[in-house]
Each structure stands twice: as structure tokens, then as C-alpha cells.
């Protein structure tokens, strides 16, 4: 069936799917601030946590999605949305609208190094450089509400509170276990408890309830509380999402929906979503996927082996689904306010899928001395028997469980692309995004331009009816480096940047340079700090991501000169932006030589 008549199949039907919102809550008076311009619409964004590019229906996935299907198929899907190819950058980058490196996150404050740690830009915690964008839109008259995963400071001046939002619940850490599991004494004592904070103050996830559930409760009470209290200022409502990252847990009745789905193993996902997406038009019909990395073939896993690894993505489902409820819930929510059809939805997941093999907590999210060096990557991980985990296959998905799902899985939901999280290949940085409602061209349009998360913040800020100061709080700011995406979101325009303009990623040396439909890559050896046992070339790579998607032709040879053009383009970048370099490892003597 066509993609337009898929589209018009499913989309009424999707659009009746959202369920009805939570009971409120204690209302608050608003604060006193700034008059938003007449006529500015709130912003609701939206963030999935390592979520694949194929996972939810609308970019080709299995997994029951009908919420955010409705949103995608009413709007604008982006079929060319880059983040950074981890969380805390990327999120630094949607906060603030510059570049990672300036923006304090040129790595995860986890996997700060001798090399970067005290480097500008290195700070581990968004910094001073950059306004966040709720403290603009705040200062601009919004409301400014988030509820999830902050992953941007741990410290009180730099918690949400701190920096912009009005009425925050946050889990300041990267992760934490979804059922609240994690907030005991023995986790506390193996310093690997989260820490989460309602408008600053220390507080806990309420052990038992499902940490996507509760993040939607708080938001939506956020909103109804306005609602009572005769808020009408627009509001900024920010929803980034903990799942699906690992440990992959998810109530037991959601699991149970996906009960066999997977027993035809990781080659048989990818094909088939493969096959999706060129039936949805999302990729082109000619697109080759990118050979699996690292992966044992599944006819050759023991049949134990098989079942395993086909309930850690039962599971892996069952939170997608489970997130998609809850965004329906939000949506009913706005609806039943009056207040939707005011809305710019915007989503997106924060980086591509997760591909390590976990089966404890890694201790680089360990909360220490900053200036403790690093934990290996590449060490084993033994499970605390204090911690009470229970990685058994009767077990897997509940919250005594602590399991990632691994490559195999990772590469077939990020299908048609190369690698997954942690890497500038696409499977690592291109994600699946959408927007929808007030003042969105839909019908179903698909865009195919190159374009970033450091787009968020300017378009917010578009449409707020308001600019970006020189300065904030009486410090010097970095201006925006990305494009408002009014232009795409109007379709009045097919893309914001033009084929000369130059977007650089790097992250553990990991490096990108993305300039029209022409992408370098490179990934050095001898340098994984992050996927263990990971991918590397050693070499520049050169690649025309519109014709293929995948990855998978290497036109370096035959493209020497723009292969030079984009390599210098990224070290221009690199060192525009301070990007730490690659440390110089001495090469070791040759047998029988004198040290």
C-alpha cells in the first residue's frame, strides 16, 4: 500500500487512540514575571532516552505506538534529525542551541579523562557560557515546567531550578532503576542511589510506580494546577523521558503484550522494518542497511541463548509502548484543557539505541570524587550481590532485573544505519523526530533536510516572538548555532541550511562532518570510552548519506578532493569550538630495540 494511503488508513483512527488524563493536583499561584507576546503558543518537547530511529510505527517499527503515530502522521516527520551521539551532550545542545563542546558537556561528565577534565567546555554540567532555553522563555513570560531526566548537574546552582524552570521533578543522574528500586541502603552504600529533585528540594521516586508513569503524572499536574490557578501565561512543558534506556524493566502487564514477538531473532527485525520504511518512504527504496556490527548471528545462539535475548527485547517493547501511553495521557491532557490546539509538539529521542552489553550497573555512573580518574569501560562489570539483582530469564523486566539488550537488537531498531549510541555514524546521531500541531504543515509530510538539535532552541525562541540577548544574568552569552525550523515546519521552505554549510560532532574522539548530503567520518583506534570492544577504522570515511543512508559505500578513494574539503571544514570546527584532541600515544619499540 502507498504511503499516502497508509497514512490515510490509520490516522483517524490513530487519532482516537488517547486516553483520558490524570486527576490533578495542589494548584499554585503563578509567579510574577515578563508578558509573553500576544498570541505565543506553548511548546511541549518531548525526549525518548536511547530510543531506536526505527522503533515507534511511524518510522517503520512494530511496537504499539498509536499516540505518537497520530502525532508523527499529523505533522512533520524528519528523516535527517541529528543529536549528539550521546545523552548529556545532546541534551546540552537542546538546552542551549551551541555546540556540546561550548555548551559544557565535550563529554559525559561520567568519562571525564587527565585530557579533558578542567578544559573549557569540559565541565560536565551545563555551563555559564549559555542561557538555557528556560531561562529565556521564562524571562520572556512562559511558564517553564519539566518533568524526567535532567543528566546536566548535579550540584544546586546547577539543577533545573536553577536554571530556568518554574516547577521541576528531575532525576539529575543519567539513569536510575524504573521502578524506584535503586533509593535503599544497600544502593546508597554502594554509592549508585539516583538523585532526583522537586523544584530543587531532594526528594524519591515513589518506590513501585514506573518512572515513565509518574514522569507524565507530574507534568500533567504541573499543568492542570495552572490551569486552576488561572495560569494563562503559554507554557515551555519539557518531557524527557528515561525510557526505553537500560535497565530494561517495564510493568508486567505491557511486557505480556510482546510475549513470542521476538523469537524470530535481531536479522528478522531489521528486514522487516526495513521493509517498512521504504513502504512508509522514509528511506529510499533502494537503501541498503549497514552489515550488523559485532553480533553473533541468532541461528547460531543455544535455544536458551534465543529465549533470553528475545524477553530483553519483549521488554525493551513494553517500554516504548508504555512511554507512548503516557504521551497520549499528556496529550488527553492538553485536550481536555483546551489547550492543544495552542501546542508546538516537538519529539525526538536523544541519541541512537544502546548496544553495549549490560547486565549490572557500570560504575562509571557511580557518584564519586570528581576527580577520581575514570572507570575502565572495557572492565567487567561484577554484580553486588548486596544490590539484590536477578538477571534471570523468569526475571528479566522487573525491577529487581538489570539487563541493556545488547547489539544484536540495537542495530535492528536503528536499521538502516551503521553502529548504534556513542558513535557520529548515523546509527549513533540520527534519530527519530517529529513535530506537530499549532502552525505545523502536515498531511503527513516527510522531511529529508539535515537538521539538528541545535535547531530547538532558536525555533522555540521563533516562535516565542522573542530573541536571543547578548547577554543573560549580566554574563556574555554564546549566540545560537542552529536554524529556527519554522521554515520546515510551515513548509514554506524544504531546509534550513544550505549545501555549504558545515555540522561538526565529536564526542570520544569520535569525529563527523556533515556539509549537504556529504558526511566524514571518523573513528579513531584505541580510544573506546564508550560501547565497549567498540567499532573503530582509524581513517576519515566518506559517505553521501541521501543516496545512502546506511553507510555502507566508502567513497574516500574515489572523492579524494571533497574528502580533504570536509576534513578540513571539521578542524576548523574543532577548533572553533576547543574540542580536545586526540591524545598522541607514543608507539611502543620494536622488538629487541632499547626503551
Known sequence: MPAKSLIAAVLPALLLALPAAAAPETPQAPTAQAVAPKGAPNFLVIVADDLGWSDIGAFGGEIATPNLDALALSGVRFTGFHTAPTCSPTRSMLMSGVDNHQAGLGTMAELLSDATRGRPGYEGYLNDRVASIAELLRAGGYATLMSGKWHLGLTPDREPAARGFEHSFALLQGLSNHFGADQNAAWTKAGLNPSYRDDGKPATLPAGRYS?????DRLIGYLDQAKRAGDTRPFFAYLPFTAPHWPLQAPPETIAKYKGRYDAGYEALRNARLARQKQLGIVPADAVA??????????????EERAVEARKMEVYAAMVDRLDQNVGRVIA???????????????????????????????RFKIADPKAPPADPDAPTPVDPSLGIDNSLANIGKGTSYVGYGPGWAQANSTPSWLVKGYPTEGGIRVSAFAAGKGVTGG????????DVRDIAPTLLDYAGLTQPATFAGRPIVPHQGHSLRPVLAATAPAVRTADEAVGYELFYRRALRKGDWKAVYLPAGTNRYTRKGVSTGRWQLFNVARDPGETRDLAAAEPARLAELVAAYDAYAKDKGVVPLPVVAAAPATGAKP
Open 212 to 216: 515513565t508513569d509518574y514522569f507524565a
Open 333 to 363: 491532557a492538553l485536550r481536555a484543557q483546551g489547550r492543544y490546539d495552542d501546542t508546538i509538539i516537538l519529539f525526538l529521542s536523544d541519541n541512537g539505541p544502546e548496544g553495549n552489553v549490560i547486565e549490572a550497573p557500570s560504575p
Open 290 to 303: 549497514h552489515t550488523a556490527e559485532q553480533v553473533r548471528p541468532w541461528a547460531s545462539l543455544s535455544s
Open 444 to 451: 503527513g509530510r516527510i522531511a529529508t533536510a539535515n537538521l
